[in-house]
């Protein structure tokens, strides 16, 4: 009886083992410290990045994007535009609850060109860090398509001397696949 009993322990020890194992495959991508590509590695390096950084959504969901800084020196500054195809997606509110950045100069959301500007600053001695929260893009999805979050080229993210440390080819986009309100997402494969 008693070897019965260890037997089932065995069983269910190993079934939750491996369901967790099977579920951190999904949940882990989405940590914003599961992926060196987010960690500014070069000196006098920053770069923007948004999390989820990928995913499936459909018409009619409101959605939050995550926006953020990773910095290998002190930064005072952003000045950023992301780009976005405004027949996709209703920009509804951009949060800036927990922000790095104290004062803020613009945030404006051109609805007709589809380009969310910000422009911040914090007091000396900065930030530096992987994991430095710019705002959260709040969203509702208007239609099926790809959504692209990309980055204007005038983006700027400025040390105390204003110098720009920006790299904007080791930023990452945002890429979003938008399906219709009747499809079905099949949840493992987002």
Known sequence: MGSIINMKKFVITVVIVVILAASSAFWIPYLPFANNKNVATDENEAILYLTPQKGTYKAGDDVSVVFRLSSSDSIIS???????????????????????????????????????RLQASLPSPGFKGTDGLIAIIEMRVLKEGELVLTYDPFSLVLKGDDSN??????????????KSSSSFIFPFFQ
């Open 78 to 116: 952003l000045l950023t535009g992301i780009k976005y195809d405004p027949s996709l997606i209703e920009i509804k509110k951009i949060n800036k609850d927990g922000s790095i950045f104290l004062s803020w100069w613009e945030e404006v959301v051109d609805k007709e060109s589809g380009v969310i």
């Open 165 to 178: 440390i920006l790299s904007l080819a080791k930023s990452i986009d945002g890429k979003y696949s938008l």
